[in-house]
C-alpha cells in the first residue's frame, strides 16, 4: 500500500483540522514518520513514496515551499534509551497534543503500509505513545482515524 499526497492531506485533515502547525512541527512530524519507517531497519518502494506524501501534506499545513527541504535522520537510533531521547527530542517541536497526535497518526500508518507491523514497529509505537503522553484509548482512535482517511471515498 502506498499512502499518496491526498491521502496525506486526509490524514491532516483527520488529526489536525484546522489548528495550525509551524515548520520545525512539521519538520518534527515528518522525521518521527522517518523513525517509524526505520524501526524494522528495512525502507521498501512504498515507505519512501509514502513518507515522500506525507512530507509534501506536512509542508502544505506549515505553509512551507515544496523545494524546502525536510531531512531525513541521519544516525537512525536502535535501542530503547535512544529511542525514547530521540522522541523527548522532537516533543519540543511538538508543543501540542495534536502536533503530537499527527506525528502519531502518520507513525501508525507508515508501520502499516506493507501490511504488517514487526515487533520493532510496534515498540517504536509503544514508546511513541508514552512518550507523547497519548493514552492507549486515545491512540486506536488516532490509528483508525488515520486508516479510515486512507480509504476510497
Not at 483540522?17 to 519507517?37: C, M, N, R, T, Y
Not at 502518520?106 to 512518550?131: K, N, W
Request: include cysteine.
Amino acid at each position: 500500500m502506498k499512502i499518496d499526497v491526498a491521502h496525506a492531506d486526509n490524514i491532516v485533515r483527520s488529526i489536525a483540522g484546522e489548528h495550525p502547525l509551524s515548520p520545525s512541527g512539521a519538520d518534527a512530524v515528518v522525521k518521527v514518520a522517518w523513525l517509524a519507517i526505520d524501526a524494522d531497519m528495512m525502507e521498501d518502494a512504498d515507505e519512501l513514496a509514502s513518507i515522500e506524501a506525507i512530507s509534501d501534506a506536512v509542508r502544505a499545513k506549515a505553509g512551507i515551499a515544496s523545494t524546502d527541504p525536510i531531512t531525513p535522520i541521519d544516525d537512525i537510533p536502535t535501542d530503547d534509551e535512544e529511542i525514547e531521547r530521540r522522541l523527548e527530542q522532537m516533543m519540543a517541536e511538538l508543543p501540542d497534543r495534536w502536533s503530537r497526535e499527527l506525528a502519531y497518526a502518520f507513525a501508525h500508518v507508515l508501520t502499516v503500509v506493507d501490511y504488517e507491523i514487526s515487533p520493532s514497529e510496534d515498540a517504536m509505537l509503544v514508546h511513541m505513545r508514552e512518550c507523547f503522553g497519548i493514552p492507549d484509548d486515545r491512540a486506536n482512535e488516532i490509528a483508525a482515524s488515520a486508516l479510515e482517511s486512507l480509504q476510497p471515498k
